[in-house]
C-alpha cells in the first residue's frame, strides 16, 4: 500500500471553520490547531487576494476588512493567522 501524501484538505479537522472561497484559500492553511481549527500564512492569504487581480493595497484592505474583521467570533474552533508578511 502507498503512501498517501497529505493534502491541505487533510489539515482541515472536523467541524472546522474555513474562509471562503475554499479554491482560493485552502493553498493558504499551514497547520492545524490542538482545538481543532486551522492556521493560515498571513502572506499566503493576502498572495490569494492577489491572485483575483487585486493590488498590493487593495488586498491588505480586503484582507483585514473581510478575513481579520470577521473570523474572532467563531469560538475555539476560528480559523488562526500566522503573522507572517514582512
Known amino acids: 500500500m502507498k503512501n498517501k501524501t497529505p493534502t491541505k484538505a487533510d489539515l482541515i479537522p472536523a467541524g472546522a471553520w474555513v474562509l471562503e472561497p475554499r479554491s482560493s484559500y485552502d493553498q493558504a492553511i499551514i497547520g492545524k490547531t490542538i482545538h481543532g481549527g486551522v492556521i493560515y500564512s498571513e502572506r499566503k492569504l493576502i498572495a ?29 474552533k476560528s480559523p488562526k493567522i500566522r503573522k507572517d508578511l514582512k
Open 48 to 76: 490569494a487576494i492577489m491572485e483575483d487581480g487585486c493590488s498590493f493595497e487593495e488586498a491588505l484592505d480586503h484582507y483585514y476588512y473581510n478575513i481579520v474583521g470577521s473570523i474572532d467570533n467563531f469560538g475555539k
